[in-house]
């Protein structure tokens, strides 16, 4: 049995004595002591942090798996039949992620500036290596939890018209010799664009010039949590300007399908935001709220005394409410006042637009005093919900 499977027989293990003691100690209008309750609330701490374990656990053999994987191909042809030195071509090129790598810790040389020519820009920045932005690309994605859920286009330039179909024509009964009814199908048109989002990065010379520093994961690893925190709130609360235009968005977002009656969601209320979404749309759906929102939910009940909330219990399958994934983000709002506290839907029609090319450029003079080099990093990128009535939320009443 694998660790991560065996971490998550012991969350459910814990699930199950958390649901036996609430069951024990609580009366029957669901109230605990004060001491009961702070013993469910530690046992309720300890399964969450155990599923944020979970998580790194993962994380870390999926990261094994790709370092433990062959790095060289078979010998499937003559010994003295050797390939080109380096195939691939620009920035997919060897000698193009090599010389970007010395620019960027400062070893200039002839070679160096001849194999940066072809990502070199007319504002001084480089182009990333092919290799070294698919890292940033998962990175990202590692941070931000829309990237995982949502569709991702890309633009070379300019921006994307997507049309859709606005209302749809009907057919009509009609008596025998009848003339036939005009329905014609209206269309619409949506833009998505490209914002500009960036960051800077300050390292010493010294860390610079020492090859046993790896740079590049430490630049990856902090562009990719500036960034994916960025991106992730503004796909949620961005309202179009100069940002993305996010899910919650009062004109553009998700609709409004249930209020609550009272401060927090029932059991029913949850139902009803399930069901108020189209059939089409519920097999793909998940369900999006903050972590504060799951803790409040998962003491919840159907008609039958069963918890909604379930652990998931086997080798990378997610926590479920009435058997839809929970996906969890910081950037939803919490159950307050006014609150849209969770979102419901099949997030494929949340479409993020990504402008080809992250850049980067080295700062050398900016910092010199303080012996610092600056980096900067830029992405264009814009989100926009395609098919609003794909996605619905809850909102807490005011």
């Not at 998580?55 to 050797?82: F, K, W």
């Not at 007319?122 to 939890?145: C, F, M, Q, R, W």
Request: with cysteine; proline share 3%; charged share 30%.
């Amino acid at each position: 049995m694998s660790k991560v499977l065996e971490m998550r027989k012991t969350r459910g293990e814990l699930w199950d004595k958390a649901k036996a003691f609430l069951n024990e100690h609580q009366n029957e209008n669901g109230i605990m002591n004060a001491e009961d309750t702070a013993q469910y609330e530690r046992m309720e701490q300890d399964i969450v942090d155990m599923g944020a374990a979970i998580e790194r656990e993962e994380r870390a053999e999926q990261m094994d798996r790709e370092l433990n994987s062959p790095v060289g191909s078979m010998l499937v042809d003559r010994p003295e039949h050797t390939p080109a030195a380096d195939s691939k071509k620009g920035t997919a090129s060897d000698s193009y992620k090599s010389a970007f790598w010395n620019q960027m810790r400062g070893h200039q040389s002839l070679s160096v500036r001849n194999a940066l020519e072809v990502g070199e820009l007319s504002e001084g920045g480089y182009l990333v290596p092919d290799e070294y932005e698919h890292t940033l690309i998962e990175a990202l994605e590692d941070v931000n939890k829309l990237r995982t859920l949502c569709t991702i286009i890309r633009t070379e330039n300019g921006t994307r018209r997507i049309p859709f179909v606005a209302s749809k024509g009907t057919a009509t009964w009609m008596d025998e010799e009848e003339a036939y009814t005009e329905s014609d199908d209206s269309f619409g048109q949506i833009t998505l664009g490209a914002h500009k989002l960036g960051t800077m990065i300050k390292v010493s010379d010294e860390l610079l010039q020492d090859s046993v520093f790896d740079v590049e994961s430490y630049i990856a690893r902090e562009f990719a949590r500036r960034i994916g925190t960025a991106e992730e709130a503004a796909f949620l609360t961005g309202n179009g300007t100069a940002k993305p235009t996010g899910l919650l968005h009062d004109t553009y977002g998700a609709g409004t399908a249930v209020t609550t009656a009272g401060t927090t969601p029932t059991a029913d209320e949850l139902l009803d935001l399930i069901y108020s979404l189209k059939n089409v749309y519920r097999p793909r759906a998940t369900l999006l709220m903050n972590d504060t929102t799951v803790k409040a939910i998962r003491k919840l009940k159907d008609g039958q005394g069963q918890y909604l909330w379930q652990a998931g219990l086997k080798e990378g399958e997610p926590d479920r409410l009435l058997n839809y994934r929970i996906v969890t983000s910081p950037f939803m709002p919490e159950i307050s006042s006014g609150n849209k506290a969770i979102l419901f839907g099949d997030f494929g029609y949340y479409w993020i637009a990504d402008r080809e090319g992250r850049t980067f450029q080295r700062l050398n003079e900016l910092y010199a005093a303080t012996g610092q080099i600056g980096f900067r990093c830029t992405e264009r990128v814009d989100g926009r919900l395609i098919l609003p009535e794909a996605m619905k939320c809850l909102k807490i009443k005011t």
